[in-house]
């Protein structure tokens, strides 16, 4: 019969009949179901065991809500829709996520968490999220806002620092660095680069041209302020030399010496070319003004 079992309140109000209709065999609940019981063990619910579905909720028109599965030795749950928890979730074993995880409030996870749901929001948490172990992203993690790392580990190597990463990093804007910037390979920069600190560099490679040597620039390089030189200075063209040039040790030059400065000689220490030591030429010396000798020079 479709009601071979009937509970009513003393108003005639139904709370759950069984159907004992052939193929049917259902009880209803017309009304919630409440464990008033004060012992704990007086409020459970006991299945079959070994059996894909032990207990089964469905809706009125069939569709799958919840299964219990103790087929297995490890019992396990399933909500084939939505579940909306509105306090805290405590889960001591796994979770399989198949159509995502989306929390709101707060979730404590026991054991594994899996989302085999493979849309870009399989999980979507409103609120913040604690890790307390490594985790392990074996696709592409996209965060719309800032992220922040408390690790205050020192980096002193690729692989040892509060943030390391296996392959490249691309950031499109400006990157601040506190303290040192160590590049172990080469540096690639394509727009200009400010420093406002001393540039200090290690490399001993002496220079042998212009393509060689602990600095090369492709382009021309320009200085606001004084030069020195430890070793030799070798150029391949002309050298313009717009004020004072001074020279600690030898100065040999391989081509011409042009000097456009046309102040006139009035003294050993006022002219164009000032010499404190002595002067040798190897060759003739043309001179288009006068010469004047201070000191007796006897002839030899």
Known sequence: ESSALKFQTYLGTTIAEFDSTAGAQQFVLQKPLYFGASS??????????KKAEALKIVT?????????????AAPQSSFSTDVDIAKELEVTGV???????????????????????PSDTAVVVAGGILVGSSSTFQKDVTHRDTVTITDETEATSTSYASFTTLGGIGVTQSAYIGGDANILGDTAITGNTNMQGTVSISETTDS?????????????????????????????????????LSVGTSFDLGGTMSMTDTTEASSVSEAALVVPGGLGLGKNAIIGGTVEITVTTQAT
């Open 40 to 49: 704990a063990s007086d409020r459970i619910i006991y299945t079959q065991e």
């Open 60 to 72: 009125t028109g069939g569709s799958p809500v919840f299964t219990v599965d103790t087929s297995d």
């Open 95 to 117: 979770i399989f996520g198949y159509y995502g995880l989306e929390i709101a409030e707060y979730g404590t996870f026991g054991g594994r968490l899996t989302i085999t749901e």
């Open 208 to 244: 042998t041209s212009s393509t060689t040597g602990s600095f090369v620039t492709a382009g021309g390089m320009g200085i606001g302020k004084d030069v020195y030189v430890g070793s030799d200075l070798t150029t391949g063209a002309s050298i313009t030399i717009g004020t004072t």
